[in-house]
């Protein structure tokens, strides 16, 4: 098998807007949606007005503030064409962002993060963050801010239809809505998924299945010796208030969990990408680099399942994430920093649900991402966006 090559579709793709950067763009033909975020865009004096002649003076006070300047960061929701140019309809202030879109690009919903980076650190180390949500049924032209709490997080939005979907933050905690996001209603959570004394720890992973199954990944360590360390993935379905256990994978960290598009008889394989050993650990061993092998799984949604391993990748690779596409189309992204240079964008990718593989450098990308409908990927460097189909 060989890798299908790269073609350019632009070399000007969201040029026109500074600071630099693409976004987590979406690509349909030639239309184009996009969710960026961006740091304020820094100017500076000509030289006949600067103290000294030999360094750059920004223009502003506030532009040689670092908590200032992050605190000016904004999320931003683009809309239009590839060879037309995009148009920004949504704004607000914030350092992180989730979103979602519907199939046909009518309905999205936009989570927003914003933190006060000049006002002193607390002891315990948890700032206060702010939450705000968004949803726009017009495809993105017109915003209506929902009814959410400021104080609680959302870094995940995960929906089976305009109306019905999850919200899942920090805790771990899981919110479900039925009505457009008017109401939500929390969903308990598996004690061996929170810890005490961390409560904005998060899940290692999430996944909705084309069934409306929520699945939700977690690290249990090994607390006694007869208990086996273990990646616990548990599932929730749409019409059930309560996580069940779905599979495990002894000794494994999950990175990304995938499930592929729904088969005629509603049957789907779920994937798990993982690394194998426990987390790392600066205090044991602060010497340790926290290097892991790389393995993916596999399982069913019908019954009781067993995950099986199906391919343990080369130990030179740091997984970073993994998409399923149609028909046995498997794409791993990795990064390989063994080398002299700088680190590797690496894609490996099957095309026969994992039984063999294909390893291609990809330099330095910047994303975009893979259409698992119409199995393409995008990549962009600088400003410069290209597609393969695999």
Do not use: C
Request: no cysteine.
């Amino acid at each position: 098998m060989t890798s299908p090559g790269w073609q350019t579709i632009s070399t000007t793709f969201m040029k026109n807007d500074k600071p630099y950067g693409g976004g987590n763009a979406r690509i349909n033909g030639n239309d184009v949606i996009s969710l960026k975020i961006t740091d304020p865009e820094i100017t500076f004096k000509p030289v006949s007005q600067r103290k000294d002649p030999e360094y750059a003076e920004p223009t502003e006070a506030w532009m040689n503030n670092t908590a200032e300047t992050l605190n000016r960061n904004t999320v931003s929701f683009f809309r239009g064409t590839i060879d037309g140019g995009l148009r920004r309809y949504f704004l607000q202030p914030g350092q992180d962002a989730s979103w979602w879109y519907s199939k046909d690009w009518s309905t999205q919903y936009i989570s927003t993060d914003w933190m006060d980076y000049k006002i002193p650190e607390p002891k315990n180390g948890l700032s206060p963050h702010i939450t705000k949500l968004w949803r726009s049924r017009d495809g993105g032209k017109n915003w209506t801010q929902l009814d959410w709490p400021e104080n609680r997080n959302i870094g995940q939005l995960l929906f089976l239809d305009p109306d019905r979907g999850y919200a899942v933050g920090w805790g771990p905690r899981v919110w479900r809505t039925a009505d457009g996001g008017r109401t939500w209603k929390a969903i308990t959570v598996s004690l061996h998924a929170t810890e005490d004394d961390a409560p904005r720890k998060t899940f290692d992973a999430v996944d909705l299945g084309p069934d409306g199954t929520l699945r939700v990944a977690y690290y249990v360590p090994q607390e006694m010796e007869d208990v086996q360390a273990e990646a616990m993935v548990e599932r929730l379905n749409w019409d059930s208030d309560a996580f069940e256990p779905d599979v495990k994978l002894p000794g494994q960290i999950i990175v990304s969990l995938q499930t592929e598009q729904v088969l005629p008889d509603n049957a789907y394989a779920v994937y798990a990408l993982s690394r194998i050993g426990p987390p790392r650990d600066f205090i044991k061993n602060p010497n340790e680099n926290g290097h892991r092998t790389g393995a993916l799984s596999a399982w069913g949604n019908r019954g009781k399942q067993t995950a099986e391993q199906t391919h343990t990748f080369d130990s030179r690779l740091m997984l970073d994430g993994l998409s399923v596409g149609k028909r046995g189309v498997l794409l791993v992204y990795a990064t390989d920093a063994t080398g002299e240079g700088a680190p590797r964008d690496i894609t490996l990718a099957s095309r026969d649900y994992g039984k063999s593989w294909t390893e291609t450098n990809d330099g330095i990308t910047q994303g975009v991402y893979f259409d698992a409908a119409t199995n393409t990927q995008y990549g962009l460097y600088a400003y410069t966006l290209k597609k393969r189909i695999w």
